[in-house]
């Protein structure tokens, strides 16, 4: 039987629920028993319901010698702090970047250690380079400590160790069979991980880095290092682990989720000088949650790095002068905006590319010569989004190519790259499951495309893909309650691997639809019963979802969306956020 397609072009698939589960959570919770559906479908039993509704970094984060090399690492970093050697970081040129190698180097000075920082520039490439090791060296540098990166950065890092560097890995992307001859490399991604703990291979380098400091921490307690310091409070860093754990992407299970929940509330005390004045110059006036982090504050920092001074972001989190944070989030504002533009012209291009030409892959592939490098990684995820397929996106520069790609469930865009390198099609790469960055030579680019291409299509088949919406429950306009609404904020926070709940309203009718700002859609959606509920569907007025909206004649449709609390001028109500529709059977 032929699937029906909705109003939007989705597919709609409910998740099936564990009856007998969903009733214990419920009745052991106290909770509605939609909410403890939810709970089920995202693989929660009663008996680990608790740390995900109330995550507890005291319950989650393991001991951090489970990681194999952390107890080399924090011996040796403990060891240069005690010893006063001379200690460098280098990082990556994104949030995840930024936050880590800020919490390695606030944390080091608080210590009475003064890093030295190199934050390279995209032209400079991916993790750490020659250069950069060579002016570590000019600096009397001891140790070096990557951050983010490291994990296949083998010629790099094995010219700094014979060079006399104690060089140490903290990085969380996924690793080859062989990894750098260096002093340590943490990377709860090695290919020999025996924690027993699955879920730290979701954390960010970010919660690597934060893991290792609290082992690091642990050493210089146990060799009486803090008999005239008072113990640093290492939770006064979990709002840089927060931003960098939202903005990378990474699943919100496990260990992250504590990460974000505690991050927020200590991002909400407003200590980080640099962030406080982000969240400020950024317009936020409520109180900064994952929304804030993943699409306010995170795309500023990224834009110094995409197409600015890569360094100002990390300069930005570590700085305690007011003045000068003033003018370093004026910069980061000024970049964005920059980015936004920049973004935008590239984007048409690829579009025109892609649609103007027969495409023989299910993939969505495009290269230009004049392409920003530092957009790509976005207009990568736009793609993918526009198609639902992998997308692969890339700068021709004059020296070699630079892409980035994004992926859609299914396909491993890690695997994919390191296999890539493997046949040598690409000379550098890395990456997620979802994400993935690379470089290659320009007259590898058609025998990369075909390999990529060959390998989605073994993934996932030749046939386009219909885009699912997953149904969390349903329930009529009665049952969107503010009661309801509150207890869904306990699933928060929402981002990757815990997105936020879809829910069907059923059966109601369209009332009093009507243009708002540009482009959005808001309307009331009535029950048979004649109970009511506000709701708006963003950007989709030249869309179908957006025409069916206004040209609603009393149908009875169903609509999909999330339910949240509109406390808008103080008032106590609930809003549906719509983003489908489609005729009621």
Not at 189 to 197: E, I, N, P, T
Not at 397 to 411: Q, Y
Not at 467 to 491: F, K, R, Y
Request: with cysteine; proline share 4%.
């Amino acid at each position: 039987m032929e699937e029906v397609k909705s109003i939007g072009g989705n597919v709609w698939k409910f998740t099936c629920s564990n009856e007998r589960n969903v009733e214990h959570i419920a009745q052991k919770f106290g909770i509605p028993y939609l909410l403890a559906a939810i709970l089920n479908n995202r693989g929660q039993t009663p008996e680990t319901t608790e740390d995900f509704i109330h995550p507890k970094l005291n319950r989650l984060l393991p001991d951090p010698l489970v990681l194999k090399d952390m107890d080399k690492a924090s011996e040796a970093i403990a060891n240069a702090v005690m010893q006063n050697k001379k200690i460098a970081i280098i990082g990556d040129y994104d949030v995840d970047g930024a936050t880590s190698s800020s919490v390695m180097r606030l944390f080091l000075e608080y210590c009475g250690a003064a890093p030295m920082v190199h934050i390279p520039e995209r032209d400079e490439g991916y993790g750490p380079s020659i250069p950069a090791v060579d002016e570590f060296l000019a600096a009397g540098c001891e140790v070096l400590i990557t951050t983010d990166c490291g994990t296949t950065a083998f010629d790099v890092l094995e010219y700094a160790a014979d060079k006399g560097l104690q060089v140490i890995v903290i990085d969380h992307h996924e690793a080859e069979i062989r990894l750098p001859k260096v002093y340590a490399v943490v990377n709860p991604k090695r290919l020999d991980d025996d924690s027993g703990v699955p879920y730290l291979k979701y954390m960010a380098a970010v919660g690597v880095v934060f893991i290792t400091v609290v082992a690091v921490n642990r050493v210089l307690r146990e060799k009486g290092f803090y008999k005239n310091l008072a113990e640093p409070n290492l939770l006064q860093w979990l709002d840089l682990v927060a931003l960098g754990t939202v903005c990378d992407v990474v699943p919100l299970l496990g260990v992250n989720r504590a990460f974000v929940r505690q991050g927020l509330k200590i991002m909400a005390a407003r200590q980080n000088n640099g962030l406080k004045t982000l969240i400020d110059k950024s317009g936020v006036s409520e109180t900064p949650g994952a929304f804030h982090l993943g699409f306010v504050l995170g795309p500023r920092i990224n834009a110094c790095g995409r197409v600015g001074d890569s360094s100002l972001g990390h300069k930005l989190l570590c700085c305690k002068d007011d003045f000068q944070a003033s003018l370093l989030a004026d910069k980061l504002n000024e970049f964005n905006a920059q980015r936004k533009d920049i973004e935008s012209y590239v984007l048409l291009q690829a579009i025109e590319i892609l649609e103007g030409t027969p495409q023989a892959y299910p993939i969505a592939f495009a290269a230009g010569k004049d392409w920003h490098q530092g957009v790509v990684g976005i207009v990568a995820g736009k793609l993918k989004e526009r198609y639902n397929l992998p997308a692969f996106v890339m700068s021709i520069e004059a020296d070699e190519v630079k892409g980035s790609a994004r992926s859609i469930p299914g396909v491993d865009l890690g695997a994919l790259i390191i296999a890539a390198k493997e046949k040598g099609l690409l000379t550098k790469g890395g990456g997620h499951t979802m994400a993935a960055g690379f470089s290659l030579e320009e007259s590898k680019l058609e025998e990369f495309k075909a390999f990529a291409g060959q390998y989605v299509a073994d993934k996932i088949g030749d046939e386009a893909i219909t885009p699912v919406i997953e149904l969390d429950g349903a329930l009529d306009a009665a049952g969107a309650t503010w009661n309801l609404a509150e207890s869904l904020e306990l699933l928060e926070p929402f981002g990757a691997g815990n997105a936020e709940p879809k829910l069907m309203l059923s059966r109601v009718r369209i009332s009093r639809p009507g243009l708002i700002g540009s482009g959005h859609v808001r309307c009331v959606l009535v029950s048979s019963g004649g109970e009511s509920v506000k709701a708006v569907a963003f950007r989709c007025a030249d869309n179908d979802v957006g025409k069916a909206l206004l040209c609603a004649k009393g149908e009875l449709y169903d609509v999909a969306g999330v339910l949240r609390k509109d406390t808008w001028q103080g008032r106590c109500n609930v809003q549906f956020l719509i983003d489908d529709i489609r005729k009621a059977e």
